[in-house]
């Protein structure tokens, strides 16, 4: 694998093939509360490293352009090297999370239109949400650039809605990362039960990283079940 380049909180990075890439190795360590709240779950990384490279594969072929170039082994992916856009991009189906809490909405309320907030990405800060002016002001992205991310990520989870909802789960709400690379903006980083929050459409069970962020327990059988269904539609 080589010097590790950098190491984040689930994952650690590597030289690629070339200056053009980079390889990503998935971590099994959860951590939840800005990093306060840690540990090791084991299979985990291998879980999202396999979710994530169906839903990346699956937006790309639906003409999404992302970063990864290609799997590696069953915890490392490929992926061209691109400049991160320090603004997180989250989209909300149901409200759910620091928005009900925010807005004393219960979770699971259902919205009259989808949501599309930014949040600075910081663990300094813990990641506060950020507007587009404050964004732009900021100097973290173009408005061009803050559109096409926007449509982006309503395109993607028009797509991820789809194929989640065949699975018999809601997506709920997720998150998104953005590069620059080669005058492009990339889907980065990973969509996974990490990232997502996916309930079970019949009995509203929850699959995703609330079951460690709120100690449900048998945190990895809800990835497990994701997983599981992801590869059911998807052989279809
Ligand atoms: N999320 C994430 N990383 C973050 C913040 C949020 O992956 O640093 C995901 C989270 O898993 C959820 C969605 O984005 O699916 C919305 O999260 P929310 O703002 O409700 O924050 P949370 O309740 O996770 O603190």
Redesign the pocket.
């Known amino acids: 694998m080589g010097e590790v380049l950098y190491e984040g909180k689930s994952k650690l990075v590597y030289r690629g093939e070339d200056e053009n890439s980079i390889l990503i190795r998935y971590k099994d360590t959860a951590t939840a509360f800005n990093g306060e709240k840690k540990e090791e779950l084991i299979g985990k990384g291998k879980l999202n490293a396999e979710i994530s490279n169906i839903i990346f594969k699956y937006l790309a072929e639906k003409g999404i352009k992302t970063h990864l170039i290609k799997v590696v082994d069953d915890i490392s992916v490929l992926v061209r090297k691109a400049e991160i856009i320090m603004v997180?991009v989250?989209v909300?189906n149901l409200a759910?999370?620091?928005?009900?809490?925010k807005y004393g909405v219960p979770e699971g309320t259902e919205l009259r239109n989808t949501i599309v907030e930014f949040?600075l990405k910081s663990d300094a800060l813990g990641?506060p949400m950020i507007n587009e002016s404050q964004i732009t002001a900021l100097g973290l992205a173009a408005k061009e650039e803050l559109e096409e991310m926007t449509e982006q990520a309503f395109k993607i989870n028009g797509i991820l809605s789809d194929l989640f909802e065949e699975a018999d789960i809601r997506l709920?709400?997720?998150?998104l990362e953005f590069g620059r690379a080669g005058g492009e903006i990339l889907l980065c980083d990973e969509i996974s039960p990490?990232?997502?929050?996916l309930w079970d459409i019949s009995s509203g069970e929850k699959f995703?990283?609330d079951r460690f962020?709120r100690n449900l327990g048998n945190v990895l059988d809800g990835y497990k079940e994701v997983l599981r269904r992801l590869k059911n539609v998807r052989q279809k």
Do not use: M, N, P, Q
């Open positions: 997180e989250i909300r759910a999370g620091s928005f009900s809490k949040s990641d709920v709400d997720f998150k990490d990232s997502c929050r995703d990283k962020r």
